[in-house]
């Protein structure tokens, strides 16, 4: 049985070794959370581009990597796949159109398909670029644990999200 101390203790450590580390985490990634379109736009030499894609929210950028993925495709699909409203994917394929990153094609009046234009693609192989390095970088940081030690740190995360 545990003691009032030892429960303390853990409490202590939980706040000093976790929950701070955590909310700076946290708050990184809330202040850099544009950090990828800004990473794509170092990485074109485009300057019209570059422009563009400072337009671009975190989730417009999502939708385009998933567009690359499924075109050409309806927006039946897209919400399918990202689990999005139409309402939501309408408004991002709308913008993403008006920007130049996607084209709009009505084979027939009851279909209309959505494919990535050149500039389109041209972001989203940068995008990609980028993924592969931070996974060598995640891959780097979770190669010095074990796998009950993840599925420790996991649980914990788990357990953390639902409780708050």
Same mark, same amino acid.
Do not use: C
């Given at each position: ?59 417009? !950028?999502?939708? /385009? ?8 495709? %309806?927006?039946? $699909? #897209?919400?399918?796949? +990202? *689990? ?28 209309? !398909?959505?494919? /990535? ?8 192989? %940068?995008?990609? $670029? #980028?993924?592969?390095? +931070? *996974? ?29």
């Amino acid at each position: 049985m545990k003691t009032r101390d030892e429960s303390l203790e853990k409490l202590a450590f939980y706040k000093r070794n976790i929950e701070n580390p955590l909310i700076n985490i946290i708050n990184t990634r809330a202040q850099d959370n544009n950090f990828e379109r800004q990473w794509i736009q170092l990485h074109l030499s485009n300057r019209d581009l570059q422009y563009a894609i400072s337009q671009l929210s975190t989730l417009n !950028l999502r939708v /385009l990597q998933q567009l690359a993925e499924i075109e050409p495709a %309806t927006s039946a $699909q #897209l919400i399918s796949a +990202l *689990d999005l409203t139409i309402g939501v994917v309408t408004k991002h394929l709308n913008k993403l159109s008006r920007l130049g990153f996607v084209n709009r094609k009505h084979p027939d009046e009851k279909t209309e !398909l959505f494919q /990535l234009t050149p500039a389109g693609s041209q972001v989203v192989e %940068t995008q990609n $670029q #980028l993924s592969v390095l +931070l *996974d060598q970088q995640h891959a780097r940081l979770v190669e010095k644990y074990t796998p009950e030690e993840l599925d420790t740190v996991a649980a914990f995360l788990k357990d953390l999200q639902q409780g708050h």
